[in-house]
């Protein structure tokens, strides 16, 4: 089902969106290659028909750049985690939180439709210049900018989510893929380029604390729909 989900998805429109607003991307950052992709909570592939279709999407990806795929959720079954190591993908071995470091190479953080605690966290670890080592397509912040806070548990992270929304370039994904347009919904292609990273204040980065996502949420917000 993951295969035929692969090809119904190379076989749409959806396909040249996303290779486009990766493109446009990668050209803002002056780098032609994405050597990483992290997937953090893309959910049970095997059972939710959106999960199936962001996985498609992911492994485009991966063939489109050669990219290494790490990728980890809590709530996989151990058939799904047999299905992604067939598929080349590579399983971290230990619940991170959203809280992974990128080294001196772009990495691509792949959380589509990701609770705003986890997107926090990434961006957490990532505060400073580092993000201009750092592709994100999960939830768009345009959005997010514009929530109202309902669940205190998430105020931190919605907070540093628009915190860092005025020096981002967003690239929306627009949801026309027919097959299942629930899988992308209001996602976009989030990049930090040198020249907004060099107008923010220096003073703006610091005081940051502890992540503002902790661990006795962590698992409750991750087990989605």
């Known amino acids: 089902e993951v295969l035929q989900a692969v090809i119904a998805l190379r076989n749409s429109p959806y396909r040249e969106i996303l290779y486009n607003g990766l493109e446009e991307s990668l050209n803002l950052l002056d780098v032609k290659a994405i050597p990483e992709i992290v997937c953090y909570g893309l959910g049970n592939f095997s059972e939710s028909r959106s999960a199936k279709y962001q996985l498609a999407a992911l492994l485009t990806i991966k063939s489109k750049y050669k990219s290494r795929v790490h990728i980890y959720d809590p709530v996989f079954f151990a058939k799904e985690i047999e299905v992604l190591k067939t598929l080349g993908l590579s399983m971290i071995e230990i619940n991170e939180e959203g809280k992974r470091k990128v080294g001196n190479e772009l990495t691509l953080f792949y959380m589509p439709h990701c609770f705003q605690g986890i997107i926090a966290n990434c961006i957490h670890a990532n505060w400073g210049r580092d993000l ?6 999960t939830n768009s912040f ?9 669940d205190e548990s998430l105020r931190d992270s919605i907070e540093l989510i628009k915190k860092i929304h005025p020096f981002t370039t ?20 989030h990049i930090f380029t040198k020249d ?30």
């Open 142 to 150: 345009n959005e997010i900018n514009d929530d109202i806070v309902v």
């Open 132 to 137: 201009k080592n750092c592709i994100l397509i």
């Open 170 to 189: 967003e690239f929306p994904l627009d949801d026309n893929f027919e097959t299942a347009k629930e899988a992308f919904n209001s996602t976009s292609i």
């Open 196 to 225: 907004q990273l060099d107008g923010v204040p220096p003073h703006f980065w610091e005081g940051m604390g502890n992540p503002p996502f902790h661990q006795e949420n962590f698992e409750r917000e991750l087990n989605r729909d």
